[in-house]
Structures are given as C-alpha cells and as structure tokens.
C-alpha cells in the first residue's frame, strides 16, 4: 500500500509543479482532470490557425482575380451514413459564439463557360496535403457529381505563389470509385 501511496504523491507533486510554473496553463476537461499544456504549444497553434486563415482569404482573392465567383461552402458529407447535409458549428471559447463556415471543402466555386458553368470545390491546405478522411469526402463529392472538379490550393515554391493540384490528379488511382 505505501508504494502506491508513494507513485499518488509523486503524481500529484508533479501536477502541482506544473500548476506553479509559468511554462505551463492549467485547465479541467468535461470529466474533471487536470490537464497541463505548453504555453508555448498554445501559442505555436493560435499562430498556425492565424496563418491558415490568412492563407485561406489569398486562395479566395487568388481565384476571384482568375474570374471565379466564390463562396464559403458550407456542407459537410456525413461518411457513415453517405449524406450531404449542413456542417455543425464549432464553439469558440474566446469569443463566446458559434462558428460557421466549417464545411468542407473550403470554397465553391462557379465560373460561367459556353457549355453552361463549371462548379468546382477548393480546399486550401498549406502544405497541400489531405487526410484520409478528406480524401474520402472528396472522393465522395466526385462520385455523387456534386463538383466536377476539387482544387487543392497550397503555397507554391516562391513567396506568395499559390498552386492548385487537381484531386484526382494527384489521388485519382486510390480513390477512384467512379
């Protein structure tokens, strides 16, 4: 009994070193646990969101420049059940409200042609890579028609170059299911 009295101790010592340390933010999940997370990581991903929504708004500025209509997209494809319906709002805790716009992809877009209008999806990922997941919704939206193509818009070689990769060009072999 006293060694495991001896690991608690050590165990709550070690939260409480957390806790007094400015290296470390403490807070209390849904169940009532302590959890310790880098100042530093916290900040590294407020960052990155910051930098993710910056280059989002240039792909969006990029394509109206190329005489795209854009919008936000805002569906989401439920993938167990295989429907297409509305993206469920995220929370935001610092600013006390609900977020829309977290559909995917990120952007639809219509461009008038003389067979009548291409409708494309745009998805920006900085680095240019999907998940699986995302990959399967594109994949999804391929087969059902909803866009005739899906764009991936990523941060090209020089500063402030944006290049766009064709989801089935890049993915076609994998997840052609058409």
Request: aromatic share 12%; charged share 35%; net charge positive.
């Amino acid at each position: 009994m006293k060694k495991i009295d001896k690991e608690k101790k050590e165990r709550v010592m070690n939260y409480v070193e957390k806790v007094n340390s400015n290296e470390y933010e403490t807070s209390l999940d849904k169940g009532g646990n302590l959890i310790n997370k880098k100042k530093s990581n916290i900040k590294r991903g407020a960052n990155a969101r910051a930098a993710g929504s910056r280059f989002e708004l240039k792909v969006r500025k990029d394509l109206e420049s190329q005489k795209w209509i854009v919008d936000k997209w805002t569906n989401n494809v439920d993938l167990k059940e295989n429907i297409l319906g509305p993206a469920k709002r995220k929370y935001n805790p610092f600013k006390k409200v609900l977020v829309i716009g977290t559909g995917f992809p990120d952007f639809i877009c219509f461009k008038f042609t003389k067979k009548g209008y291409d409708v494309i999806g745009v998805e920006s990922k900085m680095n240019g890579l999907l998940s699986k997941e995302e990959k399967e919704k594109c994949s999804w939206y391929l087969q059902n028609n909803i866009f005739s193509q899906i764009l991936i818009a990523q941060k090209g070689d020089k500063r402030g170059e944006i290049e766009y990769d064709d989801f089935f060009e890049k993915y076609g072999k994998k997840y052609n299911k058409i």
